[in-house]
């Protein structure tokens, strides 16, 4: 797991920084960068995580991702073998530190107040937010609880990206904006 913001993909670096340096200046939030790429064996890691060794679910309190290795957002490499994410965890830090809502945290309605006002602010430079999922624009509604998971894939798929990247190809041929 990696939180270096060199292992997003060149395409989400500058969407990633325009976001923090927005959140900082229209809301006063501090954003942390706690997460970017994710190697196959830690998304199998997190894909286990309240599933029996078959991969059924057999805890659902307990599952973190429906992502099999490879098929998340956080794992995309280069040709090279270099990260490429483009997907990152992005959480409000509280002026003494502390992060709110990483991990199993319960969120106040103050908290969830600051992650609304944060929400918003990442949609408008047209990622996806893990508190819209269905992307109707009507955030933390039932399951879209992952509150700092953001993805940047404007106009296409997964599996297209894999297949440019694949080639060594430019993922921005592929962006429709
Ligand atoms: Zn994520």
Redesign the pocket.
Known sequence: MSRKVEHLHPLMRPIVAAFIATAWTRVGVRLKLIETWRDNTKQREHWMKGRDEHGRIINKKRVVTHKRPGDSW?NLQLKSGAPASL?A?LVPELPGGGLIGYGNSQLGKPELAIYRAVVYIGLSFGMRS?ADWDEDGKIMEHGED?LG?WEYHPGFHLAEAKAVLAKGDDLASLVIT
């Open positions: 956080h997907a965890h893990g992952d998971h």
